[in-house]
């Protein structure tokens, strides 16, 4: 099971009120743009953010922080 991906059975979407995302609390989430809907996972040593569905199959697809931020910004 890979970090990024966890595994989410229909009892942890349950103990989740509204959709409430238990990994906002780490600091390699972006909180805006997992706001968005977004996987929001950041690189620490890169600094560049995945900019995927939350939950999205296959690997992350890192970009460049001003790309986040862009994205982030509504552009």
Known sequence: MKAENPVTTASDARSQPDGARPD???ANIREDLAGQGR???VHLPTGRTCLLP???HGPC???RPQ???DV???G
Do not use: K, P, Q
């Open 67 to 69: 790309e986040a931020d």
């Open 24 to 26: 906002l609390s780490n």
């Open 61 to 63: 697809e890192f970009h």
């Open 39 to 41: 996987c929001a996972l």
């Open 72 to 74: 982030a910004a509504g």
């Open 54 to 56: 939350l939950r999205h």
